[in-house]
Protein backbone atom coordinates (compact mmCIF):
# COMPACT_ATOMS: atom_id res chain seq x y z
CA UNK A 1 0.00 0.00 0.00
CA UNK A 2 1.40 3.33 -0.81
CA UNK A 3 1.21 6.12 1.21
CA UNK A 4 3.92 8.10 0.83
CA UNK A 5 1.63 11.05 0.03
CA UNK A 6 -0.70 10.20 2.63
CA UNK A 7 -1.11 13.83 5.19
CA UNK A 8 -2.50 13.69 8.33
CA UNK A 9 -1.25 16.48 10.14
CA UNK A 10 -4.47 18.03 10.30
CA UNK A 11 -6.72 15.03 11.61
CA UNK A 12 -6.26 12.40 13.67
CA UNK A 13 -6.42 8.72 11.73
CA UNK A 14 -6.95 5.46 13.77
CA UNK A 15 -4.73 3.44 11.29
CA UNK A 16 -1.86 6.03 10.13
CA UNK A 17 0.39 8.01 12.37
CA UNK A 18 1.77 11.02 11.38
CA UNK A 19 4.75 10.50 8.69
CA UNK A 20 2.36 7.76 7.28
CA UNK A 21 3.48 4.96 9.45
CA UNK A 22 0.73 2.32 10.67
CA UNK A 23 -0.14 2.65 14.32
CA UNK A 24 0.83 -0.99 16.15
CA UNK A 25 -2.55 -1.91 15.99
CA UNK A 26 -3.52 -1.26 12.67
CA UNK A 27 -0.28 -3.06 10.94
CA UNK A 28 -1.99 -6.78 10.41
CA UNK A 29 -4.79 -3.96 8.44
CA UNK A 30 -2.02 -2.53 7.03
CA UNK A 31 -0.51 -5.64 5.72
CA UNK A 32 -3.98 -7.06 4.67
CA UNK A 33 -4.36 -4.32 2.75
CA UNK A 34 -1.27 -4.25 0.60
CA UNK A 35 -2.01 -7.93 -0.11
CA UNK A 36 -5.57 -7.07 -1.59
CA UNK A 37 -4.74 -4.41 -3.20
CA UNK A 38 -7.41 -0.81 -3.66
CA UNK A 39 -9.48 -2.80 -6.43
CA UNK A 40 -10.24 -5.83 -4.11
CA UNK A 41 -11.54 -3.21 -1.09
CA UNK A 42 -13.42 -1.41 -4.07
CA UNK A 43 -15.16 -4.89 -5.21
CA UNK A 44 -15.38 -5.82 -1.27
CA UNK A 45 -17.17 -2.53 -0.32
CA UNK A 46 -19.50 -2.95 -3.45
CA UNK A 47 -20.35 -6.41 -2.42
CA UNK A 48 -20.89 -5.86 1.43
CA UNK A 49 -23.54 -2.52 0.07
CA UNK A 50 -24.91 -4.56 -2.61
CA UNK A 51 -26.26 -7.23 0.51
CA UNK A 52 -27.15 -4.36 2.84
CA UNK A 53 -29.02 -2.89 0.35
CA UNK A 54 -30.71 -6.50 -1.00
CA UNK A 55 -31.25 -7.46 2.85
CA UNK A 56 -33.59 -4.37 3.08
CA UNK A 57 -30.84 -2.81 5.54
CA UNK A 58 -31.71 0.72 4.30
CA UNK A 59 -33.57 3.98 5.00
CA UNK A 60 -35.58 6.37 2.94
CA UNK A 61 -35.20 9.94 1.84
CA UNK A 62 -38.23 11.44 1.35
CA UNK A 63 -37.37 14.78 0.51
CA UNK A 64 -34.15 13.74 -2.53
CA UNK A 65 -35.80 13.15 -6.01
CA UNK A 66 -32.21 10.89 -6.56
CA UNK A 67 -33.28 7.98 -4.69
CA UNK A 68 -36.16 7.52 -1.87
CA UNK A 69 -34.10 4.26 -0.58
CA UNK A 70 -30.76 4.12 0.30
CA UNK A 71 -28.06 1.95 2.61
CA UNK A 72 -26.98 2.68 5.99
CA UNK A 73 -23.60 4.16 5.82
CA UNK A 74 -21.12 1.51 5.70
CA UNK A 75 -17.64 0.82 5.28
CA UNK A 76 -15.42 -2.35 4.96
CA UNK A 77 -12.67 -0.76 6.70
CA UNK A 78 -12.84 -1.13 10.19
CA UNK A 79 -12.16 1.51 13.02
CA UNK A 80 -8.67 -0.11 14.79
CA UNK A 81 -9.12 0.83 18.55
CA UNK A 82 -5.55 0.37 20.62
CA UNK A 83 -6.49 -1.77 23.14
CA UNK A 84 -5.06 1.00 25.69
CA UNK A 85 -7.23 3.60 24.61
CA UNK A 86 -10.06 0.82 24.21
CA UNK A 87 -9.64 0.47 28.35
CA UNK A 88 -9.59 3.81 28.79
CA UNK A 89 -13.33 4.48 26.57
CA UNK A 90 -14.52 1.46 28.23
CA UNK A 91 -13.55 2.42 31.91
CA UNK A 92 -15.28 6.16 30.88
CA UNK A 93 -18.97 3.89 29.13
CA UNK A 94 -18.89 2.17 32.82
CA UNK A 95 -19.02 5.07 34.79
CA UNK A 96 -21.61 7.24 33.12
CA UNK A 97 -23.18 4.05 32.61
CA UNK A 98 -23.16 3.39 36.33
CA UNK A 99 -24.54 6.89 37.09
CA UNK A 100 -27.35 7.02 34.54
CA UNK A 101 -28.27 3.84 36.14
CA UNK A 102 -27.92 5.17 39.86
CA UNK A 103 -29.66 8.70 38.91
CA UNK A 104 -32.55 6.37 37.10
CA UNK A 105 -33.16 4.71 40.58
CA UNK A 106 -32.79 7.55 42.94
CA UNK A 107 -35.06 9.77 40.28
CA UNK A 108 -37.63 6.95 40.07
CA UNK A 109 -37.86 5.82 43.22
CA UNK A 110 -41.29 5.25 45.36
CA UNK A 111 -41.65 9.07 47.40
CA UNK A 112 -39.20 10.88 45.12
CA UNK A 113 -40.25 13.08 42.74
CA UNK A 114 -38.70 14.32 39.08
CA UNK A 115 -38.57 18.49 38.57
CA UNK A 116 -38.34 19.74 34.87
CA UNK A 117 -36.36 22.86 34.59
Known sequence: MDLHDY?????????????VHPRMAAKPL???FAQIGPD?????????????FESGTTFNVYD??????????FDVVPRVIDAGDW????????????RSISFSATSTAPGTSCRTV
Do not use: C, H, W
Open 64 to 73: DDRATERIIP
Open 87 to 98: ARVEKGLASASR
Open 7 to 19: KTEDYFDELIEVG
Open 40 to 52: ELRQRQAAAERAM
Open 30 to 32: INL
